[in-house]
């Protein structure tokens, strides 16, 4: 995940979130003596922490909170390219996949859900967004995800394929969304 690293050094601090939490890679955990690691979460063959520190609470920069949804757009985008390539590899009958009409309709609700995003990203700088724009911008990012995690099926499901990623992403997310309280 060296994006998730470039973004701790690029805004130069570990961003906790409204709740007081945080994802980030091994070399950042001694960088919070404080925070207690909750889980730990396996990509690409790299681990990844989730901390917990209540003190820290909503202490992420608003270049970080920005730069996380950057980050979650740049995923979807690598998401999407790789069910295109798995689906133009794979057939029905003597068709790929990826020119069922089906398919092609679930890609091109995903490609407008990244044009939708990457529009209100492109100018955006570090709080023009307010808390609400940006949960929703990682709504959206979710959704696209999981839709295009179906396109891939089971292999979707590997324990270091593209649903561990998107996980991960998901995970993000929650830990910069607020909770709504009912």
């Known amino acids: 995940m060296?994006?998730?690293?470039?973004?701790?050094?690029?805004?130069?601090?570990?961003?906790?979130?409204?709740?007081?939490?945080?994802?980030?890679p091994r070399g950042l955990i001694e960088a919070d003596p404080e925070a207690e690691v909750i889980d730990t979460i396996e990509l690409h063959g790299r681990l990844l922490y989730g901390l917990h520190c209540p003190g820290r609470s909503g202490q992420a920069p608003e270049e970080w909170t920005l730069g996380l949804v950057w980050l979650r757009y740049g995923l979807?985008?690598?998401?999407?390219?790789?069910?295109?390539?798995?689906?133009?590899?794979?057939?029905?009958?003597?068709?790929?996949?990826?020119?069922?009409?089906?398919?092609?309709?679930?890609?091109?609700?995903?490609?407008?859900?990244?044009?939708?995003?990457?529009?209100?990203?492109?100018?955006?700088?570090?709080?023009?967004?307010?808390?609400?724009?940006?949960?929703?911008?990682?709504?959206?990012i979710t959704r696209t995800d999981r839709g295009l995690l179906r396109l891939l099926g089971g292999s979707s499901l590997c324990?270091?394929?593209?649903?561990?990623?998107?996980?991960?992403?998901e995970l993000m997310a929650d830990a910069y969304t607020k909770r709504q309280t009912t």
């Open 2 to 24: 060296a994006a998730l690293s470039l973004l701790h050094e690029t805004t130069g601090t570990v961003g906790y979130g409204p709740e007081g939490h945080v994802i980030v």
């Open 159 to 169: 324990a270091d394929g593209p649903g561990q990623a998107v996980h991960i992403s």
């Open 76 to 140: 979807s985008e690598g998401l999407l390219e790789s069910c295109m390539t798995y689906l133009g590899g794979r057939t029905v009958g003597n068709s790929p996949l990826l020119l069922q009409q089906m398919i092609k309709g679930q890609l091109a609700e995903a490609v407008i859900a990244h044009l939708e995003v990457l529009t209100a990203l492109e100018d955006a700088h570090p709080g023009d967004l307010d808390e609400s724009a940006l949960a929703a911008l990682h709504q959206r």
